[in-house]
Structures are given as C-alpha cells and as structure tokens.
C-alpha cells in the first residue's frame, strides 16, 4: 500500500435492465434501480446496476488500472439466501476495495443483477434458473466494461487506463468473472448439460435473453447498453468461484 487514505464515490449507475428479483413470488420482471409494491405496505426497491468508485486520495496520476470487484452472494440479497453476505457494501468486499485503491488502483466495486428461483418443484428447473442467474451476471459486467470505455473517450472522468482493466470476483462473483472470460460461443452455451431435460432446448436462448454481450434477444426481457464499444478486458481473478464446464477454459 501507497496511499494512506482512499476517497469513495457512491451509486453511479452504469446501465439498466430488467430485474428478476421478485419472479418467484409472482411479480412481473421490472427495470433495475425501480421499485413496486410491498403487500405489507410501502414499496420494495429493486437493486439499481450501480458501483462505488475507489480512488486512492491524492493520486495525481491519470492514466491507472482498473478493478472491477464482483462481490460473492449465490445470486440473491444477504440474509435471504441464508449467508451473512450477499452485497457489494460487504465489510470483506470494501477492505478489498480500499486495499486495492491505497495500490494506486482504481476500483468499482460493482452491483450485478439478482435473482432465480430456488423453490421451483425440480432439481433441472433450480439449476435452469440459476444459470440463468449467472447468464444475467456476465451481461451486466461487460456492459459495465463497455461503460468505463465510454467514459474514457469522452473525458476519462475517472482516470484509467484501458488497456488495463481487471475483473476480480468473490464466490458468485468469481463465476462470473471466468464465466465471463471464457463464454464466447453459441456451442458452449448448447452442451448436452445445458439443454433442457424434457423439451432439448438450450436453458440459454440468446434470441430470447440476448448474446453474452447482452446483445439481441426480446426487448421485454433484455435491454442494450452502451452498443458499440468493446467488452474487452485484460485480467480476471476468481477467489473461490466455479465455472459451468471445464471445457469453456480455453488457451
């Protein structure tokens, strides 16, 4: 560590989808960042694609690698999927964060989508929704990618350098971060492992739910974000995820 002290910036929205969060208790897919009504009274606010933006304090440098951190969580909020975590406001996700900003680096500590259904009758249908889950997950990193690009050719507002970004993901996180490095074609996403049980279908039709880029698919079901810029990035670090087959890890 080089610096002392790092500076936070909070809730800066990176895009906007449709969420999955409440489908399995009968509420209809609605936009990130919105909120619908609570039976018990009030609203219930879906989570927004957002990050928190790590900056080590008095860096005078402009030109700066990027980390992006996925926090760990099996795809569904703290507490209700049964584990103390489950958010990027995590105490163990902010101390990598700041020990990562105090390295000269800059960190978004990033929000992906929630979301599946644990209680559906079958063991197929569970793994089907969850893999969904993580489906949704690498979308929305690669369209966060997408948006640091954009940002850096109009005004690099946040100071990086992107031939240098780096995807680091906790547990589900780290799925999606070697998910995301190593899905990359349509044949991957139709191994026998991923077709559904009874009908043969792909569990993963990108002309339903859009490309790995999260490209195409129905407009009621996926929305494009920042088209046209690149979701390339250079490193991932998985601490403790998996990985849907080996056989997706290529040279």
Same mark, same amino acid.
């Given at each position: ?14 895009? @906007?989808?449709? =969420? ?6 009968? *509420?209809?897919? *609605? /936009? !990130?960042? =919105? ?9 219930? +606010?879906?989570?927004?694609?957002? &990050? ?22 099996? &795809?569904? +909020?703290?507490?209700a999927n049964g584990?103390?975590? #489950? ?5 163990? !996700? *902010?101390?990598?964060?700041? $020990? ?17 259904? +644990?209680?559906?009758p079958t063991e197929?249908?569970?793994?089907? %929704? ?6 949704? #997950? ?43 490095? $190593?899905?990359?074609k349509l044949s991957?996403?139709?191994? /026998? ?7 043969? @279908? /792909? ?15 129905? /407009? ?9 810029? %690149? %979701? ?14 080996? %056989?997706?890890?290529?040279?």
């Amino acid at each position: 560590e080089v610096f002392d002290s790092v500076t936070v910036e909070t809730n800066i929205e990176y895009g @906007m989808n449709y =969420s999955v969060l409440l489908a399995g208790f009968g *509420v209809p897919l *609605v /936009p !990130t960042g =919105s909120e619908v009504p609570n039976p018990a009274g009030g609203t219930i +606010p879906i989570p927004a694609l957002e &990050f928190d933006l790590y900056q080590p304090a008095g860096d005078t440098e402009t030109n700066r690698p990027l980390v992006i951190v996925l926090h760990t969580g099996t &795809f569904a +909020p703290i507490i209700a999927n049964g584990n103390p975590t #489950g958010m990027r406001q995590d105490l163990a !996700t *902010v101390a990598i964060c700041e $020990s990562y900003a105090k390295r000269g680096y800059v960190v978004a500590n990033l929000e992906y989508r929630l979301g599946w259904n +644990p209680f559906l009758p079958t063991e197929p249908e569970r793994a089907a %929704s969850l893999m969904r889950a993580a489906y949704r #997950g690498i979308q929305d990193v690669k369209a966060a990618i997408r948006y640091f690009r954009m940002d850096y050719e109009n005004g690099n507002t946040f100071g990086i350098d992107t031939s240098k970004i780096i995807i680091c993901g906790q547990g589900t996180g780290g799925w999606i971060a070697t998910c995301l490095n $190593s899905v990359d074609k349509l044949s991957e996403l139709q191994l /026998p492992k991923f077709l559904d049980a009874v009908t043969a @279908m /792909p569990l993963i039709d990108t002309a339903v739910y859009g490309d790995w880029f999260g490209y195409g698919g129905m /407009p009621q079901l996926n929305m494009e974000n920042h088209k046209g810029y %690149s %979701s390339e990035h250079d490193m991932i670090l998985n601490m403790g995820g998996a990985i849907g087959d080996i %056989s997706w890890l290529e040279a």
